[in-house]
């Protein structure tokens, strides 16, 4: 017996992503092709962060919370390892909320939103380590913005 030998499938580059498009579809031609360029890598990492801005209420809240810290650290002029640190924390929270929405999508794909045991598991835990990382976070800002922001109350309070 001979074995045929096929070609492989003739592929084109993939399209530039149009945020809305490609979220809203849910899904994305030859999406498992890696991006021609630099510039469309970031244009689907863009196109990420938009669609949990979008769609995700902590992830708002976390930007939110997070722009306000970093804003107040520098109203305070805290040193600049002290902004760092906070903008560092405040980040993490971000890429978590990130990775707790992939998983949470992927979770939902697979389990075609049907409920399991394993996928509520799942869910759970990624949720865990956004609470976790934003608890560390909140730790943070409060060691560090604490302090002067008590110092400068009392300053306006007493002139």
Known sequence: ????VSSPPKVSSPPA???IETAVTKQRELSWQVASNLFVSFRYA????SYAFQTQRNFRIHVGVGTLAIGLSVFLHLKPVEISVIGLTSGL???LELLNTALESIVDLTVKQTYHELAKIAKDCAAGAVLISALVAVLVAGTLLLPPLLAFIFSVVQS
Do not use: K
Request: proline share 7%.
């Open 1 to 4: 017996m001979s074995q045929q």
């Open 17 to 19: 992503p149009n945020c």
């Open 46 to 49: 863009w196109c990420g962060i």
């Open 93 to 95: 929270v971000l890429a």
